[in-house]
């Protein structure tokens, strides 16, 4: 079955950088377009960037513009968020989420990890 | 990219119908019927529920319907049951290749 594993949350001071990861499996990664979606603690769900199947193309929020970079690694199976500059209001649990190309929907979700970025 | 508009909080008793509404502009929910809507229960991953405004992916009770007027999005929950107390969000696609949520609306079975 499909399963998205996000690594790599911990406590970060500002300014520092941090790098995410989701390990997929269940199904060819190479097909699907990946999302990171983050949400802040007691708070709503905010999209954060998007990669296509082939990373021709990435698109971000404007919150996280020019500090972070979304990639994939097609030969592992894995998606990466990485995060610049953080800020105290990055502090989230970032989510990875699937889209089956075309669609504009996140079908599956990983469990999601936890970024505290904090002095 | 400002969030879509969701009511904070919603109830109902087991066995009631109750809507969610979802809105937006006409450069989102307006301009695409591309709204999806999650549920979350908590200290749990979000969970696909509606997508393209009004259509339910397999495994996904009947009870749980869709619709979309103009600038506005609704999810309706008919028979409620205990399971369905979670927090629900809307989400659209705003053009550019951007997504947007709204704020999310916490369900009370009462």
């Known amino acids: 079955q499909v399963q998205l594993v996000e690594s790599g949350g911990g406590v970060v001071q500002p300014g520092r950088s941090l790098r995410l990861s989701c390990a997929a499996s269940g199904f060819t990664f190479s097909s699907y377009v990946m999302h990171w979606v983050r949400q802040a603690p007691g708070k709503g769900l905010e999209w954060v960037a998007v990669?296509?199947?082939?990373?021709?193309?990435?698109h971000y929020a404007d919150s996280v513009k020019g500090r972070f970079t979304i990639s994939r690694d097609t030969s592992k199976n894995t998606l990466y968020l990485q995060m610049n500059s953080l800020r105290p209001e990055d502090t989230a649990v970032y989510y990875c989420a699937r889209e089956v190309r075309g669609t504009y929907y996140f079908d599956n979700w990983g469990q999601g990890t936890l970024v505290t970025v904090s002095s | 990219q400002s969030a879509l508009t969701q009511p904070a909080s919603v109830s109902g008793s087991p066995g009631q119908s109750i809507s969610i509404s979802c809105t937006g502009t006409s450069s989102d929910v307006g301009n695409y019927n591309l709204v999806s809507w999650y549920q979350q229960h908590p200290g749990k991953a979000p969970k696909l529920m509606i997508y393209e405004g009004s259509k339910r992916p397999s495994g996904v009770s009947t009870r749980f319907s869709g619709s979309k007027s103009g600038n506005t999005a609704s999810l309706t929950i008919s028979g409620l049951q205990g399971e369905d107390e979670a927090v629900y969000y809307c989400c659209s696609y705003a053009g550019s290749t951007t997504w947007v949520f709204g704020g999310g609306t916490k369900l009370t079975v009462l």
């Open positions: 990669i296509s199947y082939d990373e021709t193309s990435r």
